[in-house]
């Protein structure tokens, strides 16, 4: 295999635990309004505009590739995209975050949703995987992805963020079969979302069950982890790898590594090796950098990745990523420092 | 013993995990909006009022004693209150939490804080105390409280509440020793103001050291653990039992237990036998329902309920209490419905 090969696959290759030449890079929210050039896009453009116009969301999704350095591009999107096609009327209120104007609360409001494939539901999503991948070249892989259904159920129950998930907890608890007929849906959307996704040219996907961490074990296992199991088993057989995240897990670890998920996403407030060993070694791992140490000095920043990789101490299988999403105001120079350093300091102790 | 004996000391001895007659129960903000008793008051004073007048001190923190059958009472106070003595202008704007009007972020204002004794600084605290011990004539023991270092520094900095610590986290990065004299400041402040709790009458205390789990734990072990062993070492002597609690610290535990403290409040993200492994079961643990689910119908609750008590195994040493806070809106029946359910349960199988 040529260098640039070995680069292309380094991502692919450490989801499925195989030796890389040195441990890949990439971020959550790595397109996004840290960087100028996106900036520049969103100026002119909303959130919404970009993702459904496939070739804006193409460039996009390229700008951070060259500029970081990074070894995956991840489609530009928005979990709650796919929402759109099952009925919900959804905006992006500026600063406040995904506002939904016809919350799902009733079993009527359940059976309202529609399930269908994303070839007709999210053309402008798969386009725009296809644009991406020829544009790419084989330079570096790219992800696709979608909500996790706990993730996507809480905003569509809440009508947006949330603090507490009041609202979300109130129904799993009070009408469990609505919160199952919300989930059996949802899972179905998600499976056939995914699936549409590697059709088009995605060669892994992440389910960003971003805010799981609010349940306790035990209602993570009886409410929400069934349904991840369904959405992995029937996205697996594509043969991409298949990464969850979600923040705040530390004490769902080992119950999150049974979704038969490749790769297991860490936040920053679990240790990576006392994480790892959580997840259990026969799976990857992917994190863990407190995205508020790249607002840090230099020094500072790298005390925090020679310790995240001092962690994962060479073992086939960690993915350098944040514990969370780039946030808005982070210096660029700093995000392309860790990719470098990351890739320097861990082909030298690789 | 006579039977009243024992149930008086339940809480204390399940502190230094000794056999009790059924497992203690308390809740965080037992005394607050969730109760008629409370919000009567409330309607007639603000929250700094109640605080500086020691009688409806005394009245709120007793309210919830009686009609609960709680086996312990906590002292009303808030976590900011000695930050006033301290120089700090603090207000609580109406639903939206404290506001500091002088944020701490440089050395200068690090410097102007002022640190006195709490028979000083805060004598509405220790003459509440005072008054309770005498009220409760020995029925409950009173727990006394502050807030952890980096929690109240968290406060300071950011001017309030925050959502992700980015002022925190940056003056810690960026200005460490700004950071650690504020740590030093605050634990000395803390360490007195404890201290000052027990000689009034306090016979165990607790640290609410709750958003520390924002955090990496190398940051937690670097720039927060030893600020928490020190007032812990300053308070331990006095014999009181010490718990330290924070929500979302399923990471940082091994941690946490290495502060000294007796007891180690867990939130309800993790399982409570994996968190009590992970503290170590030469400490006790309290915890750790999420609130949420006291909005639920009794089955769901008593579902939660057998499951904590069943993971705790009737080891010595749990104290059963939220994983947070109770929320406003709890209905009241269903918070005695917990404590009448805990105490049965443990009784039949202790």
């Known amino acids: 295999m040529a260098d640039g090969a070995i680069a292309a696959d380094r991502f692919l290759r450490a989801c499925r635990r195989q030796p890389v030449d040195c441990t890949p890079v990439w971020f959550m929210r790595q ?43 991840i489609i530009f999107a928005d979990i709650l995209l796919p929402l759109v096609p099952m009925g919900i009327e959804l905006t992006f209120a500026a600063g406040e975050g995904p506002v939904i104007h016809n919350p799902v609360r009733t079993a009527a409001d ?29 330079r570096v892989p ?60 995605a060669q892994a996907v992440q389910l960003f069950e971003s805010w799981v961490g609010a349940l306790a074990p035990c209602d993570f296992e009886r409410r929400v982890l069934p349904s991840l199991r369904r959405i992995v088993a029937a996205v697996a057989p594509l043969g991409a790898p298949v990464i969850v995240f979600g923040t705040g897990t530390a004490g769902l670890l080992p119950a999150l590594a049974t979704t038969g ?62 514990g969370h999403g780039i946030l808005p105001e982070t210096p660029v120079d700093n995000v392309r420092f860790v990719v470098e350093l990351v890739h320097e300091v861990s082909a030298r102790e690789g």
């Open 142 to 201: 790219l992800i696709g992805f979608a909500g996790g259904p706990f993730t996507v159920a809480s905003y569509l129950i809440e009508g947006g963020s949330s603090r507490d998930y009041r609202r979300t907890k109130a129904l799993m608890y009070r009408a469990p079969e609505v919160w199952e007929a919300l989930m059996a849906k949802l899972s179905d959307m998600t499976a056939r979302y995914l699936a549409g996704q590697i059709r088009a040219g």
């Open 31 to 73: 397109a996004g309004r840290y960087m100028a050039e996106y900036r520049a896009i969103r100026a002119r453009h909303t959130l919404l505009e970009i993702c459904a116009q496939p070739e804006l969301a193409a460039e996009v999704t390229l700008q951070p590739i060259d500029r970081l350095g990074v070894d995956a591009a």
């Open 261 to 322: 998920a490749d790769v297991v996403g860490l936040d920053w407030r679990i240790a990576l090796d006392d994480g790892w060993a959580r997840v259990g070694h026969n799976r990857a791992v992917q994190g863990n950098l407190d995205p508020l140490v790249l607002f840090g000095p230099r020094e500072e920043i790298e005390r925090h990745v020679l310790d995240i990789l001092r962690r994962a101490g060479g073992r086939p299988g960690h993915i350098f990523n944040l």
């Open 110 to 138: 359940v059976a309202a949703l529609v399930v269908r494939e994303p070839e007709e539901a999210t053309p402008s999503v798969l386009e725009a995987i296809r644009l991406v991948r020829h544009e790419l070249d084989g």
